[in-house]
């Protein structure tokens, strides 16, 4: 069954401190990965998007990984800032490259940065 | 650009009822897909239209419709509603592109229609 499990579920960081997010998935045919940032009340937003020939992509202080062989992706946020406070969620598209696969979601993991 | 819009961004209904929610995709998207949220399931796809057809659909029972209009605006209805029903339902419009050797769907959500069924 094609799954998508992050961890930890949720998180309570310092302001300026560093922290990583993980995602595991069992999705095969594997097409590419991304990470949302969700704030609260509001819709995802995409972060970054890798294929399986991607090993790291940044976006500012988000950089994330991929390791396509142990089917493992991490999130990694530099320097924390309050408005980082939000539910990550890790999605992986199942497919041939294709323009729409089917995407499987994780369940997100609450990252609370405090002061 | 504007980005996506949904309507109404709130909704109050009973058992029984029906609704519709309405998406506008970013301009020069075709491709609309449309999710439930809610805090034990997390996001679930619902269906996927791609000029006007429905191109994708998840494993929702057929009180769960949708639509797509020409200028690629789309409607989601949903039939005699039950108290589960209560969720964030989330619009998405996809840009389709290559990019280094690869093709993607970038997906752009608007903010929500919060639904609660009482």
């Known amino acids: 069954k094609n799954q998508v499990e992050q961890s930890p579920q949720s998180l309570i960081i310092l302001e300026g401190k560093n922290c990583t997010l993980q995602?595991?998935?069992?999705?095969?045919?594997?097409?590419?990965l991304r990470w949302y940032k969700q704030d609260t009340g509001r819709g995802p937003v995409s972060l970054t998007i890798m294929t399986f020939s991607e090993n790291t992509k940044s976006n500012g202080r988000y950089t994330a990984t991929l390791d396509a062989d142990t089917k493992q992706s991490s999130l990694h946020i530099t320097a924390s800032q309050l408005s980082d406070s939000a539910s990550y969620i890790c999605?992986?598209?199942?497919?041939?490259?294709?323009?729409?696969?089917?995407?499987?979601f994780g369940t997100g993991t609450l990252l609370a940065v405090q002061p | 650009k504007a980005g996506v819009t949904q309507t109404p961004r709130y909704l109050i209904k009973t058992r029984g009822q029906q609704v519709t929610l309405s998406c506008s995709p970013i301009?020069?998207?075709?491709?609309v897909s449309w999710y439930q949220q809610t805090p034990g399931q997390g996001l679930q796809f619902l269906f996927e239209?791609?000029?006007?057809?429905?191109?994708n659909k998840g494993n929702f029972p057929g009180r769960f419709s949708g639509r797509q209009f020409s200028n690629s605006r789309s409607e989601m209805n949903v039939s005699t509603l039950e108290l589960g029903d209560s969720a964030l339902y989330l619009c998405?419009?996809?840009?389709?592109?290559?990019?280094?050797?690869?093709?993607?769907?970038?997906?752009?959500f608007g903010p929500g229609t919060r639904l609660t069924v009482l």
């Open positions: 999605v992986v598209s199942e497919g041939y490259g294709g323009a729409t696969n089917k995407l499987i």
């Open positions: 239209y791609f000029s006007e057809t429905q191109r």
């Open positions: 301009s020069g998207h075709r491709s």
């Open positions: 998405a419009s996809s840009l389709e592109y290559e990019g280094q050797g690869a093709r993607r769907n970038e997906q752009f």
């Open positions: 995602c595991n998935y069992t999705v095969s045919p594997f097409s590419n």
